[in-house]
């Protein structure tokens, strides 16, 4: 096989064997386009390059500035391509197994106090031209406060997930493992809200001869759903109904803010750990940080002794 084909096969192989979701292949395809590339402009391929191309090519990611996280992941993307390669026999090494990752950033993630995420789910009641579209974007917020899911995992809800007044929402996350989420009230009245709406509309559309709709929030894009982009624009819109900071609100910031309340409110580490999909607990550790630093504030804040 030649080295010019060998990412193709293993984005195959992610997909196919790995269940890679499309997102995380995307991402793979990316980084080695840049990565080939690079390499091809100092006459070097993927069949030559040695310990040292790859150390130099790091060098010259972080010199474009790229931040820590990037230049981790377009790492670990080498480091899979040489294995895949080297465990199908195209090469007799891996140049890349021994080369140290940038280190993980120390930045803990933003969050939302309980009063902020009340007024942002208000403002999706709220937002919207039309009274379906509010129904749906009061859905969105709900569920994604009620159960912490990945973005992606919540535009792509199929609609048969939300049948039956379900009191357990079934999630299909990274590399096709499912779990199980329990629903909030608000969140099971918003959630039988908008598939009553969005039933209707399907009705409609079968009514002219078109087919109905398998997401739960579906658009007449080629991804037959809400992209996350999409969604994204819509919650910046909605903070700013709700008057919070579009700068600190994001999809994932509702994710942060589902599992510091939790813990906030004495939940266990691994139950929350189920929750997100985290397949490491070490990976939700990070919450327990955020609920120290902001024992610290509070502390500074409000004790006589650490007053100026």
Known sequence: MSAANWPGAFLEAQAAERGAADNTTAAYARDLSDFTGWLAERGCALDTAQRADVEAYLIACEAQGLAVATRARRLSSIKQLYRFAFEEGLREDNPAVQIPGPGKSKRLPKTLTIEEVDRLLQAATEHGRTEADRLRNTCLMQLLYATGMRVTELVTLPASAARGDPRMLLIRGK??????????????????????????????????????????????????????????????????????????????????????????????????????????????????????????????DHHPLARD
């Open 175 to 300: 590399g096709g493992k499912e779990r199980m989420v329990p629903l909030s009230p608000p969140a099971r009245e918003a959630l039988a809200a908008w598939l009553a709406c969005r039933d209707a509309q399907d009705e409609a559309a079968r009514a002219k001869g078109k087919p109905g709709a398998p997401h739960l929030f579906p658009s007449r894009g080629k991804a037959g759903h809400l992209t996350r982009h999409a969604f994204y624009l819509q919650i910046k819109d909605m903070a700013v109904r709700a008057g919070v900071s579009p700068a600190k609100v994001t999809p994932h910031t509702l994710r942060h803010a589902f599992a510091t309340h939790l813990l906030q409110n004495g939940a266990d580490l691994r139950a929350i750990q189920t929750f997100l999909g985290h397949a490491d607990v070490a990976t939700t550790e990070i919450y327990t940080h955020v609920l120290e630093e902001r024992l610290r504030e509070l502390v500074l």
